[in-house]
């Protein structure tokens, strides 16, 4: 049996890596920690910003893999410390953003408990090409492949 797909169109040569990129999207899961804001910077700007109270540098890390920007924390556990009451737990995370073709990371920056992450989107170039149409002939194969009959 066929799985139909919005991507199975005819016309839409070549996407079938955005099926899974929203396949992948959809899988990142929906936990809600830590919260997170995405602005737009500029006209090709993008920051996205975590909170992450109680976080150094070293707990954290940022990793970009195939299109996919991964930013992950772990606080350790201090076991010299008695709680009377905890609240504040040590938590681990993951959050994850499929990130479209041509995005790329700029750099990233904690300060006052969040987490900045700058994006950037460059404007594409615009592509025209000439093909040249060539005689297809009753020997010739596809592009030109001669295929000895005839």
């Not at 990371?105 to 404007?123: C, E, F, W, Y």
């Amino acid at each position: 049996m066929s799985r139909l797909s919005l991507f199975s169109s005819p016309l839409l040569l070549g996407f079938d890596h955005m099926e899974r990129m929203i396949e992948r999207a959809g899988k990142a899961g929906s936990d809600g920690y830590p919260p997170y804001n995405i602005e737009q910077t500029g006209e090709d700007g993008l920051r996205i910003t975590l909170a992450v109270a109680g976080f150094t540098m070293n707990d954290l890390s940022v990793l970009v893999e195939d299109n996919q920007l991964i930013l992950r924390g772990k606080q350790a556990d201090d076991k010299d410390r008695v709680y009377v009451h905890r609240g504040i737990a040590a938590r681990q995370f993951q959050r994850v953003f499929v990130l479209a073709e041509g995005i790329e990371v700029t750099g990233a920056s904690l300060a006052n408990g969040l987490l900045h992450i700058d994006l950037i989107r460059p404007k594409p170039q615009q592509q025209i090409r000439q093909i040249k149409i060539r005689d297809g002939g009753a020997e010739d194969g596809p592009l030109g492949v001669n295929t000895g009959r005839g």
